[in-house]
């Protein structure tokens, strides 16, 4: 069982900018500390949900700050950036960190980071298809050449090449079933945080992606799934809930706000997540915390973690440690107890 921590960087009314960020700086030091196995950062814009806009600066950084831990994104999102930059800027990334990077692309989900870029949201599949093989080809080959309907390179030779070979292992974001199938005929590792997806769903999505992924490529070996899910820890299971009530109701109603246009008509791509977003609205504390979370003392998120591995085979967990504006030297306990008395019981 492998563990991991995700950075989102959401900044509350009661913070500042600048304490968002020495704080996400001093979890991924201790994320090192602790024997974590990564930790993954969250690319947004516009708003407070996520105040990360650029991956590459802060990965960088943390690169400067810890000795084993590997650096995950989740995820650059394709259609905002030309993959010949996000080429260069993450190769130099994997250079800085000795080759520790996981990198992980997606299409992008809020049609208010579209709108402030100016960008449309139809076709993003599309989109982040050419961006993939534009970005693949400039990791991989001596001089790159692409003609697309997005995207046009002629013989141009880029640098600087990530240190790994042949190229950092590729991720991306799933949500929707068919994602996971054609996620592994590409030959990507997946992101997912099934909050309140049923796990028979979600098993029959995993089992989908392993056997896509062997009748592609005649092998298992290179496939991979990493769950994220909301944990927290405390002395005491009621502890945990009280520490996590209010900032998981801000966090799913914030992401309600942002995950779909209220009143527009969303691209045919994006038409699940209008669904969400009602399913957001609806929620109860009570039901995020069941579902969406794992929280309790050591021993309760143990027990649940496994029951995740027994039902799902889930084997490598994003925990999101800090979400929702759960205070720092809360975070930092819970992230201790994990690391301390939950991770020692699955190696």
């Not at 563990?3 to 900018?17: A, K, Y």
Request: hydrophobic letters at 40%; aromatic letters at 10%; charged letters at 25%.
């Amino acid at each position: 069982m492998r563990f991991c921590i995700q950075q989102l960087l959401t900044f509350r009314d009661w913070q500042t900018e600048a304490e968002v960020y020495a704080h996400a700086l001093e979890e991924a030091r201790l994320a090192d500390e602790l024997g974590f196995e990564a930790v993954w950062l969250a690319e947004h814009h516009f708003s407070s949900y996520g105040i990360c806009p650029s991956l590459a600066v802060l990965a960088a950084a943390i690169a400067r700050e810890t000795r084993r831990v590997r650096l995950g994104t989740s995820v650059v999102v394709a259609p905002f950036a030309h993959p010949l930059r996000i080429a260069e800027e993450w190769a130099m990334v994997d250079i800085l960190s000795d080759g520790r990077l996981e990198f992980g692309l997606g299409r992008g989900y809020q049609p208010k980071e579209f709108q402030g870029f100016s960008i449309s949201m139809e076709k993003t599949r599309e989109r982040f298809d050419e961006c993939l093989e534009v970005i693949r080809r400039a990791w991989t080959q001596e001089r790159v050449t692409f003609e697309g309907e997005f995207y046009t390179v002629r013989d141009l030779r880029v640098l600087p090449k990530p240190i790994q070979q042949p190229h950092p292992p590729f991720w991306t974001a799933a949500v929707s079933p068919d994602t996971f199938t054609l996620a592994a005929r590409m030959k990507l590792k997946i992101l997912t945080a099934p909050s309140f997806t049923p796990w028979d769903i979600l098993r029959k999505n995993f089992d989908m992606y392993r056997a896509a992924w062997q009748e592609a490529h005649g092998t298992d070996a290179g496939s991979d799934i990493a769950m994220n899910k909301i944990i927290h820890v405390a002395d005491s299971s009621r502890q945990a809930r009280d520490d996590l009530r209010e900032p998981i109701r801000w966090f799913f109603r914030t992401q309600a706000d942002l995950i779909a246009d209220p009143v527009g008509v969303p691209p045919a791509q994006y038409k699940f997540y209008k669904r969400v977003r009602e399913n957001l609205l609806s929620l109860s504390d009570e039901n995020a915390l069941e579902q969406a979370a794992i929280c309790g003392d050591p021993e309760e998120v143990a027990d649940k973690i496994r029951q995740h591995h027994e039902a799902l085979g889930v084997t490598y967990f994003m925990g999101s440690f800090n979400r929702g504006g759960i205070p720092h030297d809360r975070i930092v306990r819970s992230m201790r107890l994990f690391g301390e008395k939950v991770m020692p019981r699955f190696t």
